[in-house]
């Protein structure tokens, strides 16, 4: 297909996926006062309006999931072209709907197209273009989600005072239409993900009728109680499927969602957990609230009211914007959800009608939503590489979807239940929504505090490269299982071209701490290549230790050749890095030392080698790193530097150039892939003095 003419200009991009989004999500929270009259002309009951309401949820829902799928298979920026023709299809036939048949299923291909729409075109805004215009996209999805959502109880007002509700919808199909044509001048042909990946047929059909019969059993609760088989069963049932392909997910050997690695680690866990908790509590503060509101206000009233909500998601989206690249970040979930807490106290005081108290709600919840739900996204997304964007979006967005289209139901049930008083019942649903809102902020901070994890400035240059995560996260958990390491106090320096040290004696070394020498092993040529000069520069028939440091998905070494495993399964890679160390230190063994294997999870893999060489009191470490300079430096040659920086141990650098160059040292043998000794030592490569070193790694430990 032709090049758009705006291809690769992030301006029209932005402009395509602002409009993309927008459609449903303000639609999603302006269709509430338009109920009485939708039903009114379209013969429909409010029980049939609510599952129209509910199995679009459900499409949004299971939609993230599909979209990942056909990423992987096919064309990506031809199937965001299909996503925004379905959209429009959507949101025309929901427009002209004549029934409300016609009405439920243009809901549904909105709300399907939305979420595919997201996963296709939000992460390559956010990876395809420079870090310069990080905090742009930063407030751009913010705004998307939560500005539309912000807006759509006013625009809902408006429209339900003039007595209509298709001059709202045909303005939203006009919004996809444009949302199409801004897709084709942008157009730019990108190839499928990974056409290796499998077919994950289980993956999706879990999603697709976990999130059906979940969303159909809560749409029920209009007329039913909570506990009645006609919501009980098929609302249980579906979350039933939801864990289930949480779990499968987890276990699979090529899963079709990141979720090992979302799951194992401090930081996302953190991340989602947070986004889950704000997603459920928000429901209190808005829809209820807005709900009791309007058997005192009109809606339009009621609309004007939460008009400062619009005002709170954009300051908080341009803060978002500023701290996104800064610690703070790491902070602004956190506020947030204080906010929230706050919001929902002052929208409890303004129960029945005090218009003032409500404004200032809405204006804290505006805030609140500003700051929890998308940053926990890109904190969650900046914990893993790049690449994983897509899959990490895809997650967030199935279980929002499920915390805040469900919870809203019920909390609306219990609003009835409660009490015979409309009024007392939604307070009680308030102090429900209270309560996640204070647990979110303390289940943030127990895993920050019980996982090592510390808030870090995140290293945008390497995570939009795609070298590696923004900063590092821990295992989860990991300060009680006894495996917290020490996080990094400041963003891993590039290692731009080594300088030539001087030889060191062996005297010196020597003198250096007693214990083995430490060999960083990945199973790479460069590797191999600074085991075999080794004895040339260091004497042979010393004690070594060869370590190899790997993490799930990332993997972190080169299996030898021929081998495969799974690199999303931590056992796998465990046993696989096992066999990559024990190579290594054979290798050692044919250089002429005494050598031994150990293999360690950590990540980044400076830290591991770090870790490793203190923990075996080693007196030398030998690195064999990438000789370049520029750009691949900044992406590859980062660790040999950052060791140095991190350890009073001496650090040996050794280029391939000792082994491969030198005639009377070894020679590199093609068929094989193995070094062979053949002369003489190789001279000295590289070496940072001891004093050197341990002054420059007490800068960098603080």
Known sequence: MRQGPFAGRYPAVAVMVTFALIPYLALS?????????????LGMTPQMMSLASGLANAAYAAGTVLAVQLAQHLP????????????????????????????????????????????????????????????????????????????????????????????????????????????????????????????????????????????????????HGLFDVEVALPMFVGLALIVTLITYQFR?????????????????VAGVGLALFAAAASVAATSLTAAALMDELSAFRVGLLYLPELGGAIVMAVVFGVVISRRAMHYLPLVGMVLL?????????????????????????????????????????????????????????LLRAVAAFLVAPILANIVVAASADRLD????????????????????????????ARPQKPDLDRFLEGDAAAWHSPPLLARLRGTAAPAPTRSEPVDRGLPAPAPIAEADLDRATPGPICFAYDGSDLARSAIVAAPGLVGPGRDAVVVCVWQPADVGFTPPPGEYFDPNNAHEVARMAERVAADGAHLAEQAGFRARSVAIEAAPTWQGIVSAAQAEKA?????????????????????????????????????????????????????????AETGPSAQVSGLNAAAGVGEKAGHGRG
Request: charged share 10%; aromatic share 6%; net charge positive.
């Open 619 to 675: 007196r030398l470490i030998v690195l064999g790193p990438h000789p370049r300079g520029g750009l691949l430096a900044a992406l590859q040659g980062s660790v040999s530097a950052t060791v140095a920086a991190h350890t009073a141990i001496p650090v040996l650098f050794v280029p391939p150039a000792a082994a491969s160059d030198d005639p009377g040292r070894g020679e590199h043998t093609a068929e094989t892939g193995k070094f």
């Open 252 to 268: 699979a050997r090529r899963p079709l969602l990141t979720v090992r690695a979302v799951l194992t680690s401090s930081i996302p």
């Open 76 to 223: 990506q920026r031809r199937m965001l072209l299909a996503y925004a023709v379905v959209l429009v299809v959507g949101a025309v036939v929901t427009a002209g709907a004549v029934n409300g048949v016609m009405f439920t299923f243009g809901l549904i291909f909105l709300g399907l197209a939305t979420s595919m729409l997201l996963i296709a075109a939000a992460p390559s805004l956010t990876i395809g273009f420079p870090k310069k215009r990080l905090p742009q996209t930063a407030m751009i999805m913010n705004m998307c989600v939560f500005g539309a959502v912000a807006i759509g109880p006013f625009i809902g007002g408006v429209q339900s005072a003039a007595g209509q509700w298709r001059p709202l919808f045909w303005i939203i199909a006009g919004i996809a239409v444009l949302a199409l044509a801004m897709a084709v001048l942008t157009f730019e042909d990108a190839p499928p993900a990974d056409p290796t990946a499998p077919r994950d047929l289980r993956a999706i059909g879990l999603a697709a009728a976990g999130c059906v019969l979940a969303f159909a059993g809560a749409a029920r609760l209009t007329t």
């Open 29 to 41: 929270a302006a269709i509430e006062p338009l109920v009485p009259t939708i039903t009114a002309q």
């Open 425 to 452: 019942g939604t307070r009680h649903a308030l102090w429900i929504g209270f309560g996640l809102a204070i647990a979110g902020a303390v289940f943030g901070i127990a895993v920050y505090a019980l996982s090592g």
């Open 341 to 397: 807490a706050a919001g929902i106290v002052v929208f409890q005081l303004a129960l029945p009608a005090n218009q003032p108290l409500v404004l200032l709600g809405a204006a804290l919840t505006g805030l609140a939503l500003g700051a929890t739900v998308a940053p926990a996204l890109f904190v969650t997304g900046f914990s893993l590489q790049s690449n994983s964007l897509q899959r990490v979006f895809a997650i967030i967005e």
